[in-house]
Nanobody, 119 residues
Framework: QVQLVESGGGLVQAGGSLRLSCAASGTINSINVMGWYRQAPGKQRELVAFITSGGITNYADSVKGRFTISRDNAKNTVNLQMNSLKPEDTAVYYC?????????????WGQGTQVTVSS
């Protein structure tokens, strides 16, 4: 099992910045992809960004140029730096980790952290 603890959410004005962090613990060997998803009220959960163990990143079009994902493999953490925040970025943000063991893939989710951007 992998446990994920998120931090860094909060309330910020439009144009401001927040940094989310997610720390993984437990059976953390063979973690490959770490990422962030978000879910706004009444909407489906969507991918925000992910980063592979090799450092390859991918971003949702809506956050490109504003958000930056990074990871520290030694500390098993993944961060999301969010700049130029907009009210439409308001959502619960979830950390997700994928690992592969014995030929099987496993996904783990954090509990979520609220990000609210006021206009």
């Amino acid at each position: 099992q992998v446990q994920l603890v998120e931090s860094g959410g909060g309330l910020v004005q439009a144009g401001g910045s927040l940094r989310l962090s997610c720390a993984a613990s437990g059976t953390i060997n063979s973690i490959n992809v770490m990422g962030w998803y978000r879910q706004a009220p009444g909407k489906q959960r969507e991918l925000v960004a992910f980063i592979t163990s090799g450092g390859i990143t991918n971003y949702a079009d809506s956050v490109k140029g504003r958000f930056t994902i990074s990871r520290d493999n030694a500390k098993n953490t993944v961060n999301l730096q969010m700049n130029s925040l907009k009210p439409e970025d308001t959502a619960v943000y979830y950390c997700k980790v994928d690992r592969t063991a014995w030929g099987k893939s496993y996904s783990y989710w954090g509990q979520g952290t609220q990000v609210t951007v006021s206009s």
